[in-house]
């Protein structure tokens, strides 16, 4: 029997509706993007799968409206056995990045209202048995409509795993 919510099976517009983007294999490219989010939508999850990058640049997720943002985040990281970061441009998955090291895990954006939005979430480093905790805030000009999914330095290459995104 299908999971219903709200006497919905995903019909969009409806609270309670989850819809699934289509996963994209992270395996090329130096950034990749959902776009075309609808205006109703108050929550974001970004799941990542077995993700890593060719170099040591950290990955990063950055929200828009109509472009993407790259400042004006109020965001925090934090590694398990190591210090805390702070960042302005993106919530950044912070961890001693190398080519060899994989993320796995789900970060969840929130609509506050006004669009400002908070994003907290949980990464696996799994190659490195370690875990990267991250969370702020970021307000937008506009109804938010995509989320990129980069690098810190925006030209390492992915080259593993995969990457969707689950809203509602």
Same mark, same amino acid.
């Given at each position: 029997m299908?999971l219903?919510l709200?006497?919905?099976? =995903?019909v969009q ?6 819809v699934?983007?289509t996963? @994209?294999?992270?395996?090329?490219? #130096?950034s990749?993007d959902?776009?075309s ?8 999850t970004?799941?990542?799968?077995? @993700? ?13 409206? =109509?472009?993407?943002?790259t ?30 090291l994989?993320f796995?895990?789900?970060? @969840?954006?929130?609509l506050?209202?006004s669009n400002?939005w908070? =994003? ?5 480093? #799994?190659?490195?048995?370690d875990?990267?905790?991250?969370g ?9 409509d ?5 690098t ?8 593993? =795993? ?7």
């Amino acid at each position: 029997m299908p999971l219903e919510l709200n006497g919905t099976t =995903g019909v969009q517009g409806n609270s309670g509706a989850f819809v699934a983007g289509t996963a @994209v294999a992270s395996t090329s490219g #130096t950034s990749i993007d959902f776009t075309s989010i609808p205006s109703w939508v108050k929550r974001i999850t970004v799941m990542f799968n077995g @993700v890593s990058t060719n170099g040591s640049s950290l990955p990063m997720i950055q929200i828009g409206s =109509g472009s993407v943002d790259t400042s004006g985040y109020l965001t925090e990281t934090w590694q398990a056995n190591t210090t805390n970061s702070n960042h302005t441009n993106a919530f950044v998955l912070r961890g001693s990045m190398n080519s060899s090291l994989i993320f796995s895990g789900n970060f @969840v954006l929130t609509l506050m209202g006004s669009n400002v939005w908070v =994003g907290t979430g949980i990464m696996a480093q #799994t190659s490195a048995a370690d875990i990267v905790v991250l969370g702020g805030d970021k307000s937008l000009s506009g109804t938010l409509d995509r989320v990129r999914i980069t690098t810190v330095n925006g030209t390492d290459t992915f080259d593993a =795993g995969s990457i969707n995104i689950l809203y509602e």
